[in-house]
């Protein structure tokens, strides 16, 4: 049972950062979901004493999980940084059209 929990999340997983390096973004919600249920059932296991296994494949999986969500990781801070670039630019371009004058709160009409 362990060991299915830890496979649905190394599946879950995957196709995050495969549809984070394709920028899609479209299932993320649903992939939230999944990670939160994972997560949900992981605990679970943690408060009982049945996680402790010395079997291989459980192990293995760890391992494998370990790994994946390393790269993930990288994967959703390359993100993070790219909407972080993307909000300083606008928020440096709303600055300068504010000083040019263009919001200015004073109106000059001409007779």
Do not use: W
């Amino acid at each position: 049972m362990l060991l299915s929990s830890l496979q649905r999340l190394e599946a879950t997983i995957d196709i995050e950062t495969a549809a984070l390096l394709a920028h899609d973004t479209d299932t993320q919600d649903e992939l939230n979901r999944r990670k939160s249920q994972s997560l949900l059932e992981l605990a679970r296991f943690a408060r009982s004493e049945a996680h402790l296994t010395d079997d291989p494949a459980t192990m293995a999986c760890l391992q494998r999980l370990r790994s994946k969500l390393g790269r993930n990781h990288e994967v959703v801070g390359m993100h993070l940084r790219a909407m972080q670039e993307v909000a300083d630019i606008v928020a440096a371009r709303l600055q300068s059209t504010e000083s040019d004058g263009t919001y200015s709160a004073t109106f000059h009409h001409e007779d």
